[in-house]
């Protein structure tokens, strides 16, 4: 097990590339997801700039924004209102880090809209990950699982059969047909899981002097 410490402990260490090429994973049975998630989508944004020692801060921060929650955030996880503020936590972290070279802004394009057909919620988040190259910014997308997982996990890539995951339960790839909106199907049946839409968030890489 890697234990991660602060600058001033390891700094007689060798430093380690800026550049990984595998996600943070969290505990087999713990619910902190949510923050894995968000170290993760600074991997994926920052690629060039965030390495372990950024990672190590920007947890120590997140774990702060939520200390009220803990222990039992441990195993319950982080609800939508709690990623929220996590959420606020890590942009002003990543405006604060110049080395970072960009700041991330962050939306819920469905907070308040009730997706009635999955198509519709795939064809926009389809449109968000294709759009950086116009953009010209990185992005990524954190959703949430609902049954049997439950679940904040990182998407990178869509395409028209499948989507993927940069993720703390080493989840790679799943086929869009195993998604439902549907809570009972997804109980009944052990091949389908639950998009909760609005947990969604849209998170995008911006430059400093955007």
Not at 116 to 144: H, T
């Amino acid at each position: 097990m890697k234990t991660f410490l602060p600058k001033t402990r390891r700094a007689a260490s060798a430093k380690l590339p800026a550049l990984r090429r595998t996600p943070y994973l969290q505990g087999q049975i713990d619910g902190l997801c949510g923050l894995y998630g968000i170290v993760n989508a600074f991997q994926c944004l920052f690629p060039g700039s965030f390495d372990d020692d950024d990672a190590w801060e920007l947890m120590v921060e997140l774990c702060e924004t939520i200390a009220p929650k803990f222990p039992s955030v441990i195993w319950r996880g982080a609800g939508v209102v709690d990623m929220v503020s996590l959420f606020e936590t890590a942009q002003a972290y990543a405006q604060k880090r110049r080395h970072l070279k960009g700041h991330i802004a962050v939306r819920r394009p469905f907070a308040r809209r009730k997706i009635e057909r999955i198509d519709s919620f795939w064809g926009e988040l389809d449109s968000w990950l294709n759009a950086d190259e116009l953009a010209q910014s990185k992005r990524v997308a954190l959703i949430g699982l609902g049954l049997p997982d439950n679940h904040w996990t990182i998407v990178t890539r869509k395409t028209q059969r499948s989507v993927t995951f940069f993720d703390s339960w080493e989840l790679k790839r799943l086929a869009l047909r195993q998604f439902t909106l549907s809570a009972k199907l997804a109980k009944t049946e052990g091949s389908k899981h639950k998009l909760d839409t609005r947990q969604t968030f849209f998170i995008e890489r911006l430059s400093h002097l955007s």
